[in-house]
């Protein structure tokens, strides 16, 4: 069956899609075999439109970018891959689980070898800017992992993340902050919610409330993360990047 991703990547500004659920899902496919299995069903299935190297060349675009119109999480390309996208040519496959995350797998895979590309800086100079503004403070606890940021993640994106923090805040590091009946306040990072619970990392650990002792919820979808925009230079920030795509790995 051919799995079409047509207008999943453009070159325009990328959005957050509709598709995403409030408790976001990971790729459990990402090993190097699991890459392997989705370049298979890769070149099988998709190089028609896409090229067997993922650069376009048949009607589809490059897919090797990193750069996506439609989606900004792996769970978003899955869902693009399995609802499709209502209004446009890229259809629906109610497809196994499996094929489709390594499908998207192999996606993100495409545009490692290009990363380096976008960036011109040093990544002993960038740990230095790392520590200078004691992002590790963050990132070695609360913050997403620099490993997988890089394995995730364009220049592009980064770049983003990096100067407008907000613009594209995964559901997974979402705040909630919940009132109980009791009138007691509980704050931290929302970690995962269901009929009966909501769970929440707060400064003293893993915190689970029953919802049916919760008066009310608010959610803080902006990212904790503070904006360098105006503080890094543009050499700072291609010595971060390079940081983190090759001296934190």
């Not at 496919?29 to 989705?38: E, H, I, K, L, W």
């Not at 869902?79 to 390594?102: C, D, E, H, S, Y």
């Not at 990072?189 to 915190?207: C, M, P, S, V």
Request: aromatic letters at 8%; hydrophobic letters at 35%; glycine letters at 12%.
């Amino acid at each position: 069956m051919w799995l079409p991703l047509v207008l999943l990547l453009a070159a325009s500004a990328f959005s957050a899609p509709a598709q995403e659920s409030e408790a976001a899902l990971t790729n459990p496919f990402t090993s190097d075999a699991d890459v392997a299995g989705g370049e298979k069903i890769f070149l099988s299935q998709c190089a028609s439109c896409h090229g067997r190297d993922g650069r376009g060349g048949g009607g589809g675009p490059d897919l090797t970018t990193g750069r996506f119109k439609h989606a900004s999480t792996d769970e978003g390309i899955f869902q693009i891959i399995n609802k499709g996208v209502p209004g446009t040519t890229m259809p629906g496959f109610l497809l196994n689980a499996g094929p489709v995350w390594r499908v998207v797998a192999y996606i993100r895979s495409l545009n490692l070898n290009r990363r380096n590309q976008g960036v011109a800086g040093d990544a002993a100079r960038g740990q230095a800017v790392f520590a200078k503004y004691r992002c590790a403070g963050c990132h070695d606890s609360t913050a997403p992992d620099l490993k997988l940021v890089a394995g995730n993640r364009s220049a592009d994106e980064l770049r983003l993340s990096i100067l407008e923090p907000s613009v594209d805040v995964p559901s997974a590091y979402w705040r909630a902050k919940v009132g109980l009946k009791s009138g007691q306040t509980v704050g931290g990072q929302r970690l995962n919610e269901d009929t009966f619970t909501i769970q929440l990392r707060t400064r003293e650990g893993l915190r689970s409330l029953f919802k049916s002792d919760v008066a009310n919820v608010e959610l803080d979808r902006s990212s904790p993360m503070p904006s360098f925009k105006g503080k890094l230079t543009d050499g700072e920030l291609d010595d971060l990047l390079a940081f983190v795509y090759r001296g934190s790995k």
